[in-house]
């Protein structure tokens, strides 16, 4: 099974700063995959990064808001833009390995 | 859009009653997931089903897939504290991404 680590685990941010979430497996991967939940909410795919393509962004997400890079097949960040209260979440990223996903233990970030 | 559907949103039981999730998708699936996720954790993989009406079991826990491909559930059996979390179907439409329900939150009586 695959490990995931995040960084960092949880932040505070000021309402229209950035913050890059690093995503980092300990084995090569194809798929690698951002989500965010919202406390006592389920999981949103916020988009899908494969190694050496541009990310694809599900509906209500915009590459503008979340860059994702993924560099190579066992890192990957995604950056929250321009924060904003409504952007306090838990993100996760998560890979496919097999037929199975694995998580990360999430970022929680919260937007005052 | 596709959505997948859980009830109920809630379950409060006393310890040694069975559970069940429903979980219903709006599409075929090619394949549907289960996930467990304890209070503060992160979703733990627990099963992948297939097939059409595909049942399987690990220990206490029952899970089914509809003939149709767009219902499974999962059955608990005398629940024990342990089970307490929110259990997630994931559906796959076939387009290599998951979508997850809206999940069944666990609670347990001792």
């Known amino acids: 099974s695959a490990v995931i680590s995040q960084k960092p685990s949880r932040d505070i941010c000021q309402r229209g700063t950035s913050l890059t979430i690093q995503c980092q497996v300990d084995?090569?991967?194809?798929?690698m995959f951002w989500y965010r939940q919202q406390p006592g909410q389920s999981l949103t795919l916020i988009a899908t990064?494969?190694?050496?393509?541009?990310?694809?962004?599900e509906s209500g997400f915009v590459i503008d808001k979340f860059p994702i890079s993924r560099p190579n097949l066992t890192f990957s960040t995604l950056t929250v833009s321009n924060m904003s209260p409504e952007d306090s979440s838990i993100y996760l990223c998560?890979?496919?390995?097999?037929?199975?996903?694995?998580f990360g233990p999430g970022t929680r970030l919260t937007v005052t | 859009g596709q959505q997948v559907m859980q009830i109920p949103q809630y379950q409060h039981v006393q310890e040694g009653e069975d559970f069940t999730t429903y979980c219903n998708s709006s599409?075929?699936?090619?394949?549907i997931q289960w996930y467990k996720q304890r209070p503060g954790g992160h979703p733990v993989f627990l099963i992948q089903l297939v097939k059409s009406g595909e049942v399987k079991k690990q220990k206490r826990l029952t899970f089914q897939f509809g003939e149709a491909k767009k219902n499974s559930s999962l059955h608990i059996t005398a629940t024990q504290t342990t089970d307490v979390g929110t259990y997630f179907c994931a559906g796959d439409p076939g387009a290599s991404k998951i979508i997850f329900g809206s999940g069944t939150r666990l609670s347990i009586r001792p």
């Open positions: 084995s090569q991967v194809t798929m």
């Open positions: 599409t075929t699936l090619s394949n």
């Open positions: 990064a494969n190694q050496g393509s541009e990310a694809t962004y």
């Open positions: 998560s890979v496919l390995q097999g037929r199975e996903q694995y």
